[in-house]
């Protein structure tokens, strides 16, 4: 075994340039396969971190303008929804699981003794923390309670501790958000990126009053028990359907409200990227194929020049099976030393990128699916044996007579 060794690396030390050009190209297309599958996965990573922020089973509602005429109403009719909007979804679909509506004006002043800054403030319901995927660091969420008695209770991101407390504990502390007064019950955590960190929220109910909106409500979202696209289609023209009965507009309407079905786009970008992955799947290996063809074309061109060697060593008693086994080994050898060092260094340029990358909601945490480029090197190293075979049978069927009249 060790002697074969030895043969295989002598005769790639026999043509240097020529070995290393052909394994530069198999090192090359693994590189690039490696690089590609990263960067789709980083893509994709981008794309489930944005919907962390949210529930992807939601379904969220705003109400614009009318577009056509219903009934003896006209056209550029503004709509507005009511809590009792909430409470007829609710009733009308047994499907909805968490509801919350928002009612919200914009970034307000938020000041704690002397500091004081921006922030988005919100108001909602409890199931709110439930459809942003908000988890809790310290005390409580907005409960039904808060609600009912609209009392004056916030709670605050991280980005809001950090501006306005200066490393005190936030709960209990009061708050002047406006001209009102709130008292801090809880601090969460959204995955949604930096801006979900800097909301305040209240119970919709105080907003309602303070702001002399009774009733008014600028969105509803809530999640759906569905777990396809048609499912969660259904459920939001039920929705549409709905709201077009309570507030007199046409359920062909589109432009009337916007409805935006969270399910269907977080299942359409995914397939988006299964067919991003078998892009660079087929990119990738038309690369990697282009390398084989040179490790077939390097091997044939040396079993070309070792015809004098191949029928001296059957003269001597070498067997066919060895003939191909010592050819079909070259070619393995060059895909399998180039293949590892291709991965190797797509390795090391992927973790780079993931060092130097900046936070962005483009590309997140580019990484390498070790078991799929093992596999990858694996494949290939059946390839090369694959394109070292036609050499190989042909220097089998060398005849020794005529080997030992090459020039």
Not at 136 to 146: A, E, H, T, V, Y
Request: proline share 4%; aromatic share 6%.
């Amino acid at each position: 075994m060790l002697d074969q060794l030895q043969e295989l690396l002598l005769s790639l030390q026999h043509n240097k340039l020529r070995s290393l050009l052909t394994g530069a190209s198999v090192a090359w297309g693994i590189f690039m396969l490696v690089l590609l599958l990263s960067t789709g996965r980083g893509l994709q990573n981008a794309v489930e971190y944005n919907f962390e922020g949210n529930a992807t089973n939601s379904i969220w509602v705003q109400p614009r303008k009318t577009s056509l005429a219903y009934g003896s109403h006209n056209p550029g009719r503004a709509l507005h929804f009511e809590n009792g909007d909430i409470t007829a979804l609710l009733r009308s679909l047994p499907e909805v699981e968490r509801i919350s509506g928002l009612y919200f004006r914009g970034n307000r002043y938020v000041s704690f003794r002397e500091e004081r800054s921006l922030f988005d403030v919100r108001a909602c319901h409890p199931d709110h923390r439930h459809l942003d995927n908000a988890a809790m660091l310290s005390g409580r969420f907005i409960n039904q309670r808060d609600v009912d008695e609209k009392r004056k209770v916030a709670v605050v991101g991280p980005a809001v501790v950090e501006s306005l407390f200066e490393g005190q504990s936030p709960l209990g502390q009061v708050i002047r958000v406006g001209p009102s007064l709130f008292r801090v019950i809880g601090v969460y955590e959204d995955k949604g990126g930096p801006g979900q960190l800097r909301k305040v929220y209240i119970p919709i109910t105080t907003a309602q009053l303070l702001f002399g909106d009774p009733e008014r409500v600028h969105e509803i979202m809530f999640t759906v028990d569905a777990t396809t696209v048609a499912e969660s289609q259904a459920l939001a023209e039920e929705t549409r359907s709905l709201l077009a009965r309570r507030h007199h507009f046409s359920v062909d309407d589109i432009g009337a409200i916007s409805l935006q079905n969270n399910l269907e786009r977080f299942l359409k970008i995914m397939q988006i990227f299964t067919w991003v992955r078998v892009f660079v799947w087929i990119v990738g290996c038309g690369t990697v194929l282009a390398g084989i063809v040179g490790v077939s074309n390097i091997v044939l061109i040396s079993v070309k020049e070792r015809t004098r060697e191949i029928g001296i060593r059957k003269a001597l008693g070498a067997t066919p099976l060895s003939i191909i086994k010592s050819v079909v080994g070259e070619a393995v050898l060059i895909t399998s030393i180039a293949g590892y060092a291709g991965l190797v260094a797509s390795v090391g340029a992927v973790e780079l990128v993931r060092l130097h990358l900046p936070e962005n909601e483009y590309l997140r945490n580019p990484d390498i699916d070790l078991h799929i480029a093992l596999t990858a090197v694996a494949l290939l190293s059946f390839a090369g044996m694959l394109a070292g075979l036609v050499p190989a049978l042909r220097a089998a069927r060398v005849s020794p007579v005529a080997a030992m009249r090459e020039e």
